[in-house]
C-alpha cells in the first residue's frame, strides 16, 4: 500500500497496538479492527461496521504501532455491508 493513501477518507482493516492506559508500559493488541486516521491527532477504531458498534478514539501518542492493513470498501459503502 502506497503510505499517501492513508488518511481520514478510507477505512481500514488491521491490527492495533496502543498503551494500556492503567499501565502505559504495558501493550494492548487490538486485532481484525477497522481504523481511520483522524481527525487529527486520533486514531478512530472499532471492531464492527455497524451503526450500533462501539467506536473508541485513541491519542496519536498512546498508539504504538497500526499494521496489517488493508482498505475496507470504497467511499460511501459501508465496510461489510453488502452494497
Known sequence: MDITTVNDRHLYLGQVVVQDP???S???VLRRRIVRFGPAGWLTV????TEDAEIELYPAGRVLAVTDLREVGE??????GNG
Do not use: L, W
Not at 472499532?46 to 461496521?49: G, H, I, N, Q
Not at 467511499?75 to 461489510?80: F, V
Open 22 to 24: 492503567a499501565d502505559p
Open 75 to 80: 467511499p460511501g459503502h459501508r465496510p461489510g
Open 26 to 28: 504495558r501493550p494492548i
Open 46 to 49: 472499532t471492531a464492527a461496521a
